[in-house]
């Protein structure tokens, strides 16, 4: 039977060239895995550390996973992909090039007779008053026209520093159980949806909450989770190869 998976917060470009070498490779086996039974694949935030993409210009790197991204849209399978708080700032590359839907804001969409709302989760939590403030000005569209005056060398240089910082706030500050992602959720479920995904604290979890599930993906870094639904079933798991 067809299967949706869903997974978050890989944050590739983090490490060390053989760090981030290895992680691409366990993205590759997966995958190369869920190709043989995906009808779907929903990116919900933070596959990068840093993307901005500029009008003729993309990140370097991670060719291998970008290719293999768009073999699977070729194969028939639908890929979403939402951005996160680390990848917010893509253009048309995903789209154009690589027949992958993409969304800047939360979306639902049907899965398995499911409904289902896709958020990243950045901003909900009770700690993030700070990083509201901060992800108004980051999304402005004036500033992010200003700031693709830059050489890349240098405005992307300058987005992984503000990312390094943005991302030890949220490993500091944010929890998968926090009130404010829990609190969300829940009124999601009350306003009619199944089960509410989403990513971004980096802690793997899966709780009934009413009538409703709330699943946080967890991280490609330190859990390898990922969500699968389809069949009747709903799971969050493990890819250990």
Known sequence: MPQAYFISDAHLGLGSREEERKKEDHLLTFLEHISKDASELFIVGDLFDTWFEYRTVIPKGFHRLLAKLD????????????????????????????????????????????????HHGDGLANGDFGYRILKKILRNRLNIKLFTVLHPDIGITLARSSSKKSRRYTLTK??????????????????GFDVVIMGHCHQPMMKELGTGLYINLGDWIAHHTYAQIGNGKIELNVWRQ
């Open 174 to 191: 944010n929890n998968a159980d926090d009130n404010g992602m829990l609190k969300f959720a829940r009124q999601k479920i009350q306003e």
């Open 71 to 118: 073999d699977l849209t070729h194969c028939g399978i639908s890929v979403h992909y939402l951005a996160g708080n680390h990848d917010y700032w893509m253009k048309d590359f995903f789209d154009d090039e690589l027949g992958i839907k993409t969304y800047h804001d939360a979306f639902d969409t049907m899965v398995d007779g499911k409904k289902i709302f896709i």
